[in-house]
């Protein structure tokens, strides 16, 4: 039997990865019983960490809290933050984690590049001090992402970004990421062309995951948990204590606080 720690640590790590989980499937990959998760759901419902819906769970972004010390999209973002200076322009990724980021810039006062308009809200207030640079287009509705229509190279060069940081649906090997949305891909794409740093902020089950929409890209750094597969050895990285679904199921308790 697995301690309530351990499992509410992986059932977040889902939630951070997919946005909203069912209770059923995580039951099943954890080889626990439904009731158990749906205890660990009520308990995280308490801590702000994820709201309850109808047969599982959706993501809940970070509140700024006490609590957020121990999520994992939170120990990322705090790994990233030092990387980051006044006055460069950086891309965002549109994802979970750099939703999440939006709300840890605190005084950093830089351009962001932002291609999905529904995040500008989260940097919008007149006391927060970035600039937000927007491209022209039309809006897929379905992705809530700008259709760049030609121009995303144009936009890229007008406004070339100093830092892309990306967090792909995959990583494939030391020089290609890839997407499961092809606008995601295309914006990507440009940004990391042009970007003179290129950083990677991403859960540890990317590197072992496929998408369809691969591109190419040289990271300067990764940020993920300690469990990087080593043929990504090469690259620096900022790591975090791991813990995954494969080490709930197949590690003993007492190495996984060893891990910790």
């Known amino acids: 039997m697995y301690v309530p720690h351990e499992r509410r640590s992986v059932i977040l790590r889902l939630l951070e990865q997919r ?14 019983t439904e009731e158990t998760i749906r205890t660990d759901l009520i308990a995280l419902q308490k801590q702000n960490l994820l709201r309850r819906v109808h047969g599982g769970a959706v993501y809940m972004p970070p509140s700024g809290g006490r609590d957020d010390e121990t999520r994992a999209d939170c120990q990322l973002i705090a790994r990233l933050l030092p990387h980051l200076r006044d006055g460069e322009t950086i891309y965002l990724d549109p994802c979970l984690l750099t939703r999440a980021l939006c709300s840890r810039l605190g005084d950093l006062r830089c351009k962001i590049i932002l291609v999905a308009p529904d995040m500008t809200p989260l940097l919008s207030s007149p006391v927060q001090p970035q600039r937000l640079i927007l491209p022209g287009g039309e809006l897929e509705k379905m992705s809530k992402l700008i259709a760049p229509v030609g121009i995303a190279p144009a936009f890229m060069r007008d406004y070339p970004p100093d830092v892309a940081i990306l967090s792909p649906d995959a990583v494939l090997s030391l020089s290609r990421v890839a997407y499961f949305n092809p606008l995601r891909a295309r914006w990507a794409k440009e940004a990391t062309r042009v970007a003179g740093v290129c950083i990677i902020m991403a859960s540890s089950a990317v590197f072992y995951a496929r998408a369809p929409h691969p ?4 990271p300067s750094l990764l940020i993920t948990e300690d469990n990087l597969p080593n043929s990504f050895s090469g690259i620096p990285a900022e790591l975090i204590p791991a813990l995954s679904v494969e080490d709930i199921r197949n590690s003993s308790n007492d190495e996984i606080y060893k891990r910790m």
């Open 19 to 32: 946005g909203s989980i069912r209770t059923a499937m995580v039951a099943d990959e954890l080889n626990v």
């Open 215 to 218: 591109i190419k890209c040289s």
